[in-house]
């Protein structure tokens, strides 16, 4: 047996490190490259939530295919009728998000606002009968999901338009500078993140 096993936790720890470090510049390009696409897809937030419906669109027909084809791989099982039905349901949904991915949007959004605003009164109800410790940072959650939940849906169908692309947006510009400021730590790992030696034993 080798006797460099068992690994232990610490030196896995420093070798997880040391990858980060030698990738910073690679997170650090990534996540500027995240953080300008989610500006762009701000700026053009209709054009993303359009995109975006049909790359949904096109996924669909992709599993759905891929599930149709699956069902003749397993004819003599109970349930074959059931999985073929369920991927020619994905094409043919899939078709219609891509034939109309505006109205597709439209619809999307407002299922999004209502999931907003009985999220957000669920979530005001529970922590205000409950106050449960820091129950002040869900009841802020609750108010803010409410209010943009009415927001959007005083707003539709023209919210429709643009909402779907603005989350779109918003989430990359949040991944990018996230990838960024780990990238910046990354950077000064072997300083901070450098584990000291221990003596060995006598």
């Known amino acids: 047996m080798s006797q460099d096993l ?65 069902s003749f791989t397993v004819k003599n099982w109970s349930g ?8 020619i349901l994905y094409v043919v949904v899939g078709f219609l998000i891509v034939a109309h991915p505006a109205q597709t949007g439209i619809a999307l959004t407002l299922l999004i606002a209502m999931f907003l605003i009985f999220g957000g009164i669920f979530r005001i109800t529970v ?16 108010v803010i999901s409410l209010i943009l939940g009415i927001l959007i849906w005083r707003q539709w169908p023209v919210s429709g338009l643009w909402v779907i692309g603005m989350f779109v947006g918003i989430d990359m510009m949040f991944n990018g500078w996230s990838l960024i400021m780990l990238g910046l730590v990354a950077k000064d790992i072997p300083k901070s993140g450098e584990v000291p030696e221990t003596p060995e034993a006598a």
């Open 6 to 70: 068992p690994i232990t936790l610490t030196e896995l720890r420093t070798v997880g490190l040391s990858e980060l470090h030698k990738r910073w510049g690679w997170i650090l390009a990534l996540g500027i490259f995240l953080v300008a696409l989610g500006t762009v897809a701000l700026g053009a937030s209709v054009f993303t939530s359009l995109v975006t419906m049909v790359f949904i669109g096109w996924l669909m027909i992709g599993g759905g295919i891929v599930q149709a084809i699956h």
């Open 127 to 142: 922590s205000l009968m409950h106050q449960f410790p820091n129950w002040g940072w869900v009841l802020l959650n609750g």
């Open 80 to 87: 074959f009728f059931i999985d073929l039905l369920a991927g």
